[in-house]
């Protein structure tokens, strides 16, 4: 029996508990898998709770993956050039080990034929989705990335931390309501919330005509899984580019954490299928 759950607040929209419960599932396991809600100023509290409780490990969710970062023992090296955690482990000392499965997420659901060695990749926001991206799309090999942002002041963080990982990879930063042409990239990424259902979810977070330039083997990538299919999604595949989810980075980054907790691994289609119905309920 594997105690386990996730932290973050809110949590009213999350349906992890649905994926990891199928995951478990699959693999034979019995799981308690609790959503405890946790806003930001409770985090110490909760983190006495889950070591008092036995839980063997979690999940973490915004507002938490920074904060969860300086309260763990150990970091693996996605955590470490990432700047957050969202799965920790809690060994038999009620020691936390902290991962980053978004990365291993994010890449995974990259199919195999694309090719971004050497090309341009653009990044739509600049918060902790655009940073798993970024290391993601390094290991793809792109050779520079393209920051669009509402508040570029504010994005200089990112942008000289970026830098500092990957001095191979030129960085570009621009405001994102003055785009200019998109054409050069061969992926683009969207890592804002726009588009997400309660969320600006019948906008996108470029223009039509910004879509119209693209190139035909361009890919749009978008993090938002609540809709399956986003507008931004909907509008690209109109016009023949290549999509992607953010479900199945959703999935697969859930698929590493399991493997994590247990050195087993899951079923990535009863995941997806119980991702499904739980955005149905």
């Known amino acids: 029996m594997y105690k386990l759950g996730i932290i973050g607040y809110p949590l009213g929209h999350s349906i992890s508990a649905a994926i990891q419960k199928a995951g478990l599932n699959s ?12 806003p930001a100023e409770n985090l110490i509290d909760r983190i006495k709770y889950i070591k008092s409780n036995d839980y063997q490990g979690f ?10 970062s300086l309260f763990v023992n150990d ?11 969202n799965t920790i482990k809690v060994n038999e000392n009620k020691e936390f080990f902290g991962y980053n499965t978004d990365i291993y997420g994010f890449k995974k659901a990259i199919p195999l034929d694309i090719d971004l060695k050497g090309k341009n990749a653009s990044i739509l926001g600049t918060g902790g989705a655009a940073r798993a991206a970024v290391v993601g799309l390094s290991e793809k090999g792109v050779s520079s990335i393209d920051f669009y942002t509402r508040n570029i002041i504010n994005s200089h963080n990112t942008l000289n931390y970026v830098r500092a990982q990957f001095p191979k990879i ?20 969207n890592a804002t919330p726009i588009g997400m259902r309660g969320y600006m979810a019948d906008q996108m977070p470029l223009e039509p005509y910004d879509l119209d330039k693209l190139s035909p083997d361009t890919v749009v990538y978008d993090i938002v899984y609540n809709p399956v ?10 016009r023949g580019l290549k999509i992607i989810g953010g479900l199945d980075m959703l999935i697969y980054q859930a698929e ?17 299928i119980a991702a499904l119905e739980a955005l149905q309920a």
Do not use: H
């Open 229 to 238: 299919k986003t507008i931004l999604l909907k509008e690209a595949e109109k």
């Open 59 to 68: 999940n973490v969710t915004i507002p938490l993956k920074v904060p969860m």
């Open 75 to 85: 970091i693996d090296d996605y955590a470490n050039v990432a700047g957050c955690v």
């Open 170 to 189: 030129t960085f570009n930063v621009y405001q994102i309501q003055s785009i200019r042409s998109l054409a050069g990239s061969a992926i683009i990424v």
């Open 27 to 38: 693999i034979g396991e019995d799981v308690v898998y609790d959503v405890m809600e946790t």
């Open 256 to 272: 590493r954490a399991i493997q994590i907790w247990t050195g087993k691994n899951p079923d990535t289609k009863l995941m997806k």
